[in-house]
Each structure stands twice: as C-alpha cells, then as structure tokens.
C-alpha cells in the first residue's frame, strides 16, 4: 500500500517537474489545440449527452507529461472551449471534471507501458467516477433535472462507449509511443 502512495506520489512531483521544460509546455499547448478543434466536432444527442473523441488528446498528454501538466491542460482546453463556442452559462464544475480527467489520465498512464488493462482500467474511472458521478451530479446542482434520469441515460452510452473509447485510445496510445521522437521524450520521463 505505501508503494502505491509512493508512485502516485513521485507521478506528481515529476510531472510538475515537466512544467520547467520548454519542450513539454510546447508539446502540451499543441495537444490542447488538437483536443480544442476535436471538442468542436462532437455529436449532440440531447442538451445534457454528447459524444465525441477530444479525449483522445488528453490521453496521449497524460502518458507523455503526467498528472499535473495534463490536469492543468483539461482546466486551459476546458476554458478555451467554452470561449470560442459558449453553450449555456459558464459553469465551474465542468471545468473541474476537465480537471480531474486529465490528472486521472497522467496518473494511470505516465511512465508506464501501454497496455489495454491499463488502458482499459484508466478509461473505466473516467467513465464511473467522472461521466457516471460527478458529471450527472453538476448537471443536476446546475440544471435541476432528475439525478436518476441522468445517470440513466449517460450508462446506456457509456456502456456502449467503454469498449469503443478503449480500443480507440489504446490504438492511438501505442501507435504514438512506437514514434521514435515520443519514445526519446518517455525515456527522459523515466529518468
């Protein structure tokens, strides 16, 4: 149990290490434009439920740069989306739930190999923690709609959409970590 606090632990103090080095705020600015222009095409099914793939970024942010650059980066992609395309009040707890994805990703993701169990495990704590309980539980603070209801229609997607963002994310995280420019960044990570 200490080793895994100690891991968590020494995720966070190398990760915020990274936000000395001009070459992984470089990196980490472009992945937040990427999941920007991503953000921008997702599919609306109801006011409250969408679906789209502006996780992909993130993910690969998390394993390159850790929990601390990719949490403030789901905080700046966050902000910057809803300036460029507004929908509804601004409303802080979605901006924490950015938050928290990104950290979520850097903590499963930096510094280890990939993997679809981790992959798999990763995308698993967005969707129950993340998608299944605190995002239907700002909806409900923000807008007052049933807390059952929400929940119940985010499972049906999000059962439907587990395997589906999994084998996406873990395809697109092994294929960028086979690059040999990504391969040099996650040895120095390791140092």
Known sequence: MRQFFRSIADSFRLSAKEMKRTSSLVGVAMLCAVNVV??????????????????LPVGVCGMLYGPVLT??????????????????QFMIGFTL???LQGVL????????KVSIPRVFFTRLCITV???LCLTPLFLYLY????FIGLVAGRLVK???????????QFVLLRTISEIPAVKSIRLKNRA
């Open 38 to 55: 991503m953000g921008q095409f997702s599919i609306e099914l109801t006011p409250t439920l969408k679906i789209g793939f502006a996780f």
């Open 71 to 88: 949490g403030l980066a789901g905080i700046a992609n966050d902000l910057i989306k809803f300036f460029l395309k507004p929908s509804g």
């Open 97 to 99: 739930i950015e938050g």
């Open 105 to 112: 990703y850097g903590l499963f993701l930096y510094r280890h």
């Open 129 to 131: 923690f993340l998608n």
């Open 143 to 146: 807008y007052g709609q049933g």
């Open 158 to 168: 999000n059962i439907i959409m587990l395997p589906i963002t999994t084998a996406v």
